[in-house]
């Protein structure tokens, strides 16, 4: 059964600096994977979609990238801002049908 | 763009009670998604619609039944309410299977005392 985590839970730096999420899964055999934003009293916004045939994707300041032999994709926020400060949570796709597979997510924090 | 909303943002329920939770979007998408976030878990699916009148069980559909009579609308039922279903609950939507990206409402923080 395909199992996701991201470590840490919380994650707190100083605005301006360059930071990297994790996201690992247990069962290489994966469809895509995308990166998510949640907001506070919003709903989750996706950010970064990688199909499992790429090996990283970028928009503006983020890039992710993607190793399925090691069951790892990371994503990577360079010169943090205060306005990047929420939770960002991580889904595995598997097949191509409709299911997820979340994290729990890593709630930034990016102090000014 | 894209736009889910759901009835409430905030609901205090007693232990019991019968809850509805209404998801409404704009974009004439096939399928809707309930699921369920608690802290450390991340988000579980409770049931989803690939169209009106048909739905799916998610992972964890005990206790709750979902209802779909029109394309826009998606409600979730909790039938009697219990305190162990006090959570956020996050509404989705999904243009067809071959895509990939779903869109979320604002979510439903739902406590149940």
């Known amino acids: 059964k395909q199992e996701v985590t991201q470590i840490p839970a919380a994650l707190s730096v100083p605005e301006g600096e360059n930071l990297v999420l994790n996201c690992s899964f247990t069962d290489s055999a994966i469809y895509n994977l995308q990166w998510f934003r949640q907001d506070p009293g919003k709903g989750l916004t996706s950010l970064l979609l990688i199909q499992s045939s790429q090996r990283e994707q970028t928009s503006g300041r983020l890039n992710a990238s993607l190793d399925k032999s090691s069951g790892r994709s990371t994503l990577y926020i360079a010169a943090s801002q205060p306005g990047d400060s929420a939770t960002y949570l991580c889904?595995?796709?598997?097949?191509?049908?409709?299911?997820?597979?979340w994290g729990a997510g890593t709630k930034l924090i990016i102090k000014p | 763009d894209v736009k889910v909303t759901q009835s409430s943002r905030y609901l205090v329920k007693r232990t019991g009670e019968k809850v509805f939770l209404e998801c409404v979007q704009d974009m004439d998408h096939e399928n809707m998604f309930w699921y369920r976030q608690d802290p450390g878990l991340g988000l579980r699916l409770i049931y989803f619609?690939?169209?009106?009148?048909?739905?799916e069980k998610g992972d964890i559909p005990e206790g709750y039944s979902v209802s779909r009579e029109k394309k826009e609308r998606f409600s979730l039922i909790l039938e009697s309410a219990s305190t162990n279903q006090t959570s956020m609950y996050l509404c989705a939507t999904l243009t067809g299977i071959s895509t990939d990206t779903q869109y979320f409402g604002p979510g439903t923080r739902l406590t149940v005392l």
């Open positions: 889904a595995v796709k598997t097949d191509s049908n409709y299911q997820l597979i």
């Open positions: 619609s690939y169209d009106v009148k048909m739905k």
